[in-house]
């Protein structure tokens, strides 16, 4: 085993201010093989693929490749040493062409025709069966194109590690295919490609080992074959079946048949595949799932704010049509994103000014509320959800992140909305913030509030919610309500087993 080790990683340590990212990190990726890099956010694998590609210094640790001891000081330290990454976002300059896309920045010491590279290039996408001109503007075509175009470059490039961070997260089945079909011919030419994905399906299609990450530590390294879809999912989590089966279950969670507020049937959106759902009055429901399972994505439709493509909503079993925002908004829907710092703050704006900007929007800017009004709603808030702020005119972006987070729920609950959507309201704040934040969503639900509550963490969302949507691959799996709402049954169905539904 030791004479086909391509890449080997050892006690990585990386520490961010108050923040220990990796401790004792351990990664081997052998010559001719395709490694997943699993862990839920925050588990680590960005932070060790940036010290792997030089985009961080590593703070312990050592790296070696081809059986040779190295330091990676820069991505073009590592692209000389044969490691090349696609990261999930484009990186390339879609005012360019294909080809100068694909050998910008590739100095030869010799001057070569813009024909020359242009043929270069279009040979390249032709053997990857990319459906692109090597004379076209890069930004002409598809995003799933361009991410073609990007791996074809690092392939080009004669790497011998290839790091494939989210690749089909842009693709559709036939281009996924097409990528997997890609990757095993590298395999059998000995590449060695470390796969990033939240897609548990394709790991299990086509990857030889799983290396699990949770809480920058390392949990383990696997063969795929080995591991059954319910233990990564277990290990990732950080809860083993047998331990999970065992948790009282004392308290029964019952969903009171209510009058439904809103329902969609074959909803979806340029980021959501079709679903159907409903959410009855004063019900606290949530969406669960592993990161980039697609739960983000379906609240995203249903509020507006990704296009939607197709599907009916009934609010009050009356037909509405909801393809922005503002049309949620006058609906009686609010929504806390899961970024609070890009779809969420307005940073340089005071606290009072982020409080009133979603009843402003739906006033109207031709309507502005007095500033005494502003005045009276911001202290409203800021004295019922306890924001600690030194005053009302504070810029939010100097809060903790647990008071912006207050911020912005104050925003929309002086809309005094009928049904709240609160994508990830608890992530990166302190327990005792989390607490509060339950507490307001269960006393919201008591009040007639229709709620969707969706966390990372599981066992929150079994605090907090009556009734679970479960998904996986941006389907939708399973439900879970009464006695099977437990972590047990989520990992199950999550994984594929008990508890699934067809689509």
Known sequence: MQEDSLLKMRRIEKRFPGVLALHNVDFTLRKGEIHALMGENGAGKSTLIKILTGVYPMDGGTIFVDGMYVKIHSPQDAQNKGISTVYQEITLCPNLTVAENMFIGRETGITVKQKDYEKKADEILNSLNIPARSTQQLGSCSLAVQQMVAIARAVDMKCKILILDEPTSSLDDKEV???????????????????????LEQVYEVSDRITVLRNGELVGEYLTEELPQVQLVAKMIGKELDELNTLSEDEEHETVQKEVFYEAKDLASSEAKPFDFCIHKGEVNGFTGLLGSG????VRA?????????????INGSAVKITKPIDAMKHGIGYLAEDRKRDGIIAELSVREN???ALQVMKGFFKPISRSESEKFADEYIDALSIKTASRETPVGSLSGGNQQKVILARWLLTHPEYLILDEPTRGIDVGTKLEIQKLVLKLAEEGVSVTFISSEVEEMLRTCSRLIVMRDRHIVGELKGSDLNQAQVMKTIAGGEGTKDE
């Open 295 to 298: 739960r983000s994505e379906s």
């Open 177 to 199: 295919n097409m990528l997997f079909t890609l990757m095993r011919d590298l395999k059998s030419k000995g590449v060695g490609i470390i796969f990033v994905t939240h897609f």
């Open 302 to 314: 249903i509020f507006g704010a990704d296009k939607v493509n197709q599907g009916t909503v009934k």
């Open 355 to 357: 409080i009133i900007l």
